[in-house]
Each structure stands twice: as C-alpha cells, then as structure tokens.
C-alpha cells in the first residue's frame, strides 16, 4: 500500500538536475510549495557531464541562434556575480589557419556556398573577426574583457601547439562547476522551502479530480508514496520523452533528441590557465581545457543516442577521434596512456528535425499541456548557462495557472557565493590565516566547492585531525559529513565524481572505505531514529 501525503503542493517536479532544480527555487522563492523527485542522485546524469562552461556558444552563431546566444552572454556575468565561488572567468584562444571548415549544413556555410562559392567551405579570418565581433556586443559586457589578437609565436599560448600556428584570437568565457551548481540550487529551494527528494523514483501521474496524483517509490527501501499537486513539471532530461509517454500518458507531438557528447581527461598537458578552441577540418570543435590544477579536459563529441535506459560511455571511436583532433594542434602527441578518465552525457535536445546531432537547436522548448484538467509543463532541451532563464520562463508558464510573484533570482547569490565576484583570492587567503593547518591545496578546493560555507565545515578546527577522519586526497569526515546532512549525498561515488572530482586522485581502495564508511554512518542514522 501506498502511504499518501496530505498536503497538496502547488508544483511537482520530476528530474533533479539544473532544470529542475533552478526551477524548483525559482518557485520555492515566490512563495509557491513544491515537492521535487530524482531517481537517483541530483546531477545523476546530463548536469554532472557537461563540458563545464557557462558560454555563449560562439558556434551558434553559424546556426543565426542569436537570440539563444544574447540570452546566454548575459547570464554569463548574472551567474559570475552569484556564484563566484563556483565559476570564474577564463581567456579562450581560438588558433587560425587556412584550413579550418564550416559543417556543410549549417545556414553561414550555405549562405557563403551560395554567394562566395570559391570559399569551399572554409571559415575565412574575416568571418572569425565578425563572429567574435558580435560575441562581445551582443550580451553587453561588463565584467569580462573583449577579443584581443595572440602572436603564437611568442608567448605562453602557443608554447604547446604546432609550430604552424603563428596567429590566435582571444575572447572570454567563463568556467562553472556543473554538478556543485545543481546542489547548490536544491539547498536554496529546500532553505526556502522545498522538499528534495533524491533517490525517489516516479511510479505514474495522472489528473484526479483537477489535481496530479503522483505515486512515487523509494528506490533504497521499496516504499511508495502518493503526493497531490496543482500543476506538474516534467524536468526529466533524457527522460522526458519517457515521462510523457509512460508516467503521464498523453499524447504529445513534442520529442526529445538524445545527443551524446563524449569527453576525455589526460594529464596536464599545457602551463597556463587559458583554454584552447580548436577547430577541425570536419567542421566541429572542441575545447582543451585546464582541469582540477593537474588535468586537461578535452571534449566534446556530438553522437546520436537512441535509448536514455543505456550508460552514456565514451566509446573507443570517440576516444580516438578526441586524441586525433587534439593531435592536429599539439607539438607533443597525446596517447591512450595520457587519458585518467572518460565520461559521457546525454544532452536532451528539443527535436526540431534538424539534420544532424550538431546541428540540433540548444535552445529550449517549454510545453504547457491543460488538456483534461491539471496542467503539465514538459521542459525540452537547454543548456546549463540559461538554466536561471529558463527557470523564469518556466514560472511565466506556470504563472498562467497558478498565482506567482515576479522574477527574483537575478543578482541573489546561491548558497557560499555571497562575496564579490573578485574577492576569491581573499577568501583562500582569509581561509588559510584563519586555519593554517590548510595546504593551499586544501584551502583554494574548498574554497571553490563551498565559497563562505567553507569556515562551516571547518568549524572550530585547530587541526587537521580535528576534522575527523582522512579519506585522503584532502577529503575529511567533517567535509563527508556536511555532504550527507547539506547535500544529498549517499554514497561515495555521489562524493567523488559530483560533490567534487577527488576521484582523479582517490585509489579504488580508498573510495571503498569511503563508501563503507558512509553506509555505517546512515545505519547508524536509522537506527537512531
């Protein structure tokens, strides 16, 4: 039997990652009541797998996205200023050379095939200069600095590249933390009202009497729970699709494309801090990124997946096609042996027909089905740098159904972010006079997870001891145990791969005591209930 929950709430969202969790405290903070269900652990999927970048999407703009690409560069220094513990600005250089390609589909390359056949194709300077021309000026900058020109020849940035790159051009983005932004999110929706369920699995939905009910299923305990709601959001991601057809069951001519994007991370392979754009004779692009200090971060690859039940993993045709695409640009040659890790995601794109996997829109779709009684909002597609958008344009929608208050999270800094956007360098420095027992290490990583929350954790620590247990890799029980009582977390892997990335410097064995010792601790937690 289902046990039932007599509250009804106004909002039921369904998908943990950063659409709804944005979602969620967008709601939770005009006063509406909402009640949030992820099947597994928050960032489970598509928002711990991204390639980490809050962008406009410079290539969007071959696609004459420029509404979407607007949109993004605004919020680029929205978020900095909200969450600048978690994101930071960073310099990306974009080497040239003759022959870089246009995707043969994209409107620009059609546009110039039509006009300027001659070109083949080809990316021309000319072009590069107008597109970063407007990438500074559409979304109005104020904190980051403009293009700027690069000798390759001299320098730092072209150190590591191919002796037949002389010329570069230099544009600023920014960097985020995926997954810590989706946990952020969801303690600013539950401190404001929310409940977050993770670990909570939707059974079925269905219209009863002008309202959702929704079963749901503790996936750990097997208990099922029936909730009432006003209106319901589907933020499944790859799982939309599935929701709509069988959790609600309704009919829908809106789909979902599941588009694989694949990434490789190896041994630093470069001294600055400057991320690499680089683009290839097919067309496409990818990053080459400074990752957690000693890494690099090489991705992405945009691939067809049909199923969202099957494992996003890097194939070995990805793997392959990664290396041999950085391999056009370095001096040194990248091997299997270079590569640390691989991970995948699914990005659930709104399927608009488009010819390819890179050609489909990364904007997002937002649906409102009222048919028959309690209105359902199905979010199709977006991207992690205009989820707080997106978020407002969900409370528009919701708003023609249920009362809400206007926009409020422009400029509110999410949990541990409420210090200047410049000020990072002053809180490691406050960090480690105020706990000199922290390596620098130690005190820039927390500092980055956890902003202003950081003196939390740390309490009264005198010690490195006094924080408990040492999982290794800077990893402490007063850190673990502030993830498990503020952050959702369960198990070990939820702690190494989305809470933070120590699993790049965590042996096996030491992620195993880690997760044993989290499982004694929640034990312990139940029975003391």
Not at 111 to 139: E, Q, T, V
Not at 335 to 340: G, K, L, N, P, Q
Not at 389 to 415: D, F, M, N, Q
């Amino acid at each position: 039997m289902a046990q039932a929950q007599t509250q009804t709430v106004d909002l039921f969202v369904i998908g943990g990652g950063i659409n709804g969790c944005g979602i969620a405290r967008d709601a939770s903070g005009r006063g509406l009541t909402v009640t949030l269900a992820e099947m597994n652990d928050l960032a489970w999927a598509t928002s711990s797998s991204s390639t980490k970048l809050f962008h406009g999407g410079l290539r969007y703009l071959e696609y004459f996205e420029f509404r979407l690409v607007r949109e993004a560069l605004i919020e680029r220094e929205t978020l900095l200023r909200a969450m600048p513990h978690i994101s930071w600005p960073m310099r990306f250089v974009l080497p040239y050379h003759k022959d870089m390609r246009f995707e043969n589909d994209t409107p620009t390359s059609r546009l110039l095939s039509l006009f300027m056949p001659w070109m083949k194709g080809r990316r021309p300077a000319w072009l590069i200069r107008l597109g970063l021309f407007m990438y500074d000026h559409l979304g109005g900058r104020k904190i980051l600095p403009g293009t700027t020109s690069v000798d390759l020849t001299s320098g730092p940035e072209g150190a590591p590249l191919q002796d037949r790159f002389e010329t570069a051009y230099e544009y600023s983005d920014c960097w985020v933390e995926d997954s810590r932004l989706v946990m952020l999110n969801a303690r600013d929706a539950e401190a404001r009202g929310a409940m977050i369920m993770t670990r909570t699995k939707v059974i079925s939905a269905e219209r009863e009497n002008d309202l959702w009910r929704v079963e749901t299923q503790d996936v750990e305990t097997g208990a099922n729970t029936v909730h009432h709601a006003r209106m319901l959001v589907n933020a499944g991601g790859p799982w939309v699709g599935d929701i709509i057809q069988t959790k609600v069951r309704i009919n829908s001519r809106e789909g979902v494309r599941l588009v694989r994007g694949s990434h490789i991370v190896t041994k630093r392979l470069f001294d600055h801090d400057k991320c690499y754009f680089f683009q290839g004779t097919d067309g496409r692009i990818i990053f080459a990124i400074p990752y957690e200090n000693d890494f690099t971060l090489i991705g992405t690859t945009d691939a067809e997946q049909t199923d969202p039940e099957k494992k996003p993993v890097c194939t070995p045709e990805e793997r392959a096609y990664l290396v041999n695409f950085a391999n056009a640009y370095f001096k040194a040659e990248i091997t299997d042996a270079d590569i640390v890790w691989t991970y995948s995601g699914v990005r659930p794109l709104y399927d608009d027909g488009a010819s390819s996997a890179t050609a489909a829109t990364r904007d997002y779709t937002l649906k409102v089905d009222a048919n028959g009684g309690a209105p359902l909002l199905n979010i199709f597609g977006g991207k992690i740098t205009t989820y707080r958008r997106l978020a407002e344009s969900a409370l528009e929608k919701i708003g023609e159904h249920l009362s809400v208050s206007g926009p409020w999270t422009a400029g509110v800094s999410l949990p541990g972010g409420d210090f200047p956007v410049d000020g990072f360098e002053n809180l490691v420095r406050d960090l480690q006079r105020d706990f000199d027992f922290l390596t620098a290490f130690h005190a820039r990583r927390l500092a980055r997870a956890y902003g202003t929350d950081a003196r939390k954790i740390l309490g009264r620590a005198v010690t490195l001891q006094d924080l408990g247990r040492d999982f290794g890799a800077t990893l402490t029980e007063s850190e673990v145990v502030w993830l498990m009582e503020k952050e959702y977390a369960r198990t070990a892997e939820d702690v190494v791969w989305r809470r933070n990335k120590l699993g790049l410097r965590l042996e096996e064995t030491q992620i195993a005591a880690l997760n044993d010792w989290m499982a004694q601790r929640r034990q312990s937690a139940q029975v003391a209930e």
